[in-house]
């Protein structure tokens, strides 16, 4: 049967250097499938999806470390995650945008 769902993209710091939830969404997508019918999605995220604001350098801050995506219908329905290393961190101010990031 013809049917709907949403594919959620969350992302885990392995080491957060402040207290974070277990997971922040960051991107999804939603998908309509024929009966029968397979689809790979793609879920594009920003580099501020790594960044928390920080009062004392009164900036978006994004730490390089160990992260994992985990991808779902929900948070706690985990379908696959892959683990990367952000390999610097960088800052942003307001509408800037910082450097893209190399995944």
């Keep these: 049967m013809a049917g709907a769902e949403v594919v959620q993209l969350y992302i885990h710091d ?5 207290p974070k ?6 991107g999804f997508e939603n998908v309509y499938l024929a009966p029968g019918e397979a689809r790979q ?10 960044s928390f ?9 994004a730490h390089k470390g160990e992260y994992e995506f985990r991808v ?3 948070s ?3 379908a696959d995650s ?3 290393n952000l390999e ?4 942003w101010i307001g509408q800037q945008d910082p450097k893209p990031l190399q995944l």
């Design 14 to 18: 392995l080491h957060p250097s402040i």
């Design 21 to 26: 939830p277990e997971v922040e969404l960051v």
């Design 41 to 50: 999605v793609t879920v594009s995220i920003a580099p501020k999806a790594f």
């Design 53 to 61: 604001y920080d009062e004392t350098h009164k900036a978006w801050v």
């Design 72 to 74: 779902g219908p929900s």
């Design 76 to 78: 706690v329905k985990v």
């Design 82 to 84: 892959k683990r990367f």
């Design 88 to 91: 610097e961190s960088f800052t």
